[in-house]
């Protein structure tokens, strides 16, 4: 039997409907793959690895640069918190450019928490060289051009309460970030140690 012109234009608009809804559902669908596929590539960028050992910094991030905040670095013959902080900048591939040193923190830092926003960067409570495992001074300082940094200051320090804390322990091992400039501080261990009944451990704070 002979198709007519109508029918043949019918269905081909019917077929080609149908096309554009799988291409459209298997667009999708690779849309949504990253979101529980896992990570099994990754790069070393072995021609921008840290200026210097490094652990137990603050590290964050804002305007396409990466910032190092103290942390433990070797000095001689020992392995101690540094005042030093790098930054390098993110370029569009995912490599990074050369890490450079910038202004360095008041004090010496590690285990502490780093907080960012594109207006301050801020390095709160940690510990430092003496045997304290615990500060609770808040660090923070503005931009420079090229991700440089102004000279941090001491802001004032962070409040642990109520008794019977002694802020002289002080706070690490806690978390931080910044939401619409307000600073939030979350947990941690006072003084460096688990204790029972360790009132920080659920502390939640929030300064503007």
Known sequence: MRVSTRNRVLKTIAATVTTLLMGFVLILSFQNVGVSAP??????LADTPLPVDTASSGIVYNDGFIYVIGG???E?????ASDKVFYAAVNDDGSLGDWQETSSL?????LHAGAANDKYISSIGGAGRDPRLGTVSIFRTEYLEDGKLAQLQTIGNYPLSPPPVDIDDGINLHEAVIVNDRLYVLGG??????VEGDPTLSLVQFAQ
């Open 39 to 44: 990570i099994t590539t990754w790069t070393e």
């Open 72 to 74: 433990k670095q070797p």
């Open 76 to 80: 001689g013959n020992a392995f101690l």
């Open 106 to 110: 008041p004090d010496y830092r590690f």
């Open 189 to 194: 261990f006072l003084g460096g140690y688990s």
